[in-house]
């Protein structure tokens, strides 16, 4: 099992940028790929992003395409979340998510999430 930790979000305005980050600790070994996810209050968990063991292909949800960008950096077991032009619709709690060789919207085949982390954009 991996344990993951998120990090780097904020308070942010309209049309501003933020980076975050996933630590994965524990069986990182196996190499695992990596999700986004995030849920606003009242809403369905949602698919932000996800990439693969060696970061070569990646998946966008649609209203985050061309504005946000995964990577991951496999020596550090860190996986980033580049989010730029943000827009007020982007307020939520933002999880990361470990699988083992998907990395698309279904989040029921993630195996490992973390706690989240609170992203606001005020406009």
């Known amino acids: 099992q991996v344990q993951l930790v998120e990090s780097g979000g904020g308070l942010v305005q309209a049309g501003g940028s933020l980076r975050l980050s996933c630590a994965a600790s524990g069986r990182t070994d196996s190499n695992y790929t990596m999700g986004w996810f995030r849920q606003?209050?009242?809403?369905?968990?949602?698919?932000?992003a996800g990439i693969s063991r060696g970061g070569a292909f990646t998946l966008y949800g649609d209203s985050v395409k061309g504005r946000f960008?995964?990577?991951r950096d496999n020596a550090k077991n860190?996986?980033?979340?580049?989010?730029?032009?943000?827009?007020?619709?982007?307020?939520?709690v933002y999880f990361c998510a470990a699988g083992q060789t998907y990395f698309g919207f279904d989040k029921a085949k993630y195996n490992s999430w973390g706690q989240g982390t609170q992203v606001t954009v005020s406009s």
């Open 78 to 92: 860190t996986v980033y979340l580049q989010m730029n032009s943000l827009k007020s619709e982007d307020t939520a």
């Open 69 to 71: 960008t995964i990577s």
């Open 40 to 48: 606003a209050p009242g809403k369905e968990r949602e698919f932000v």
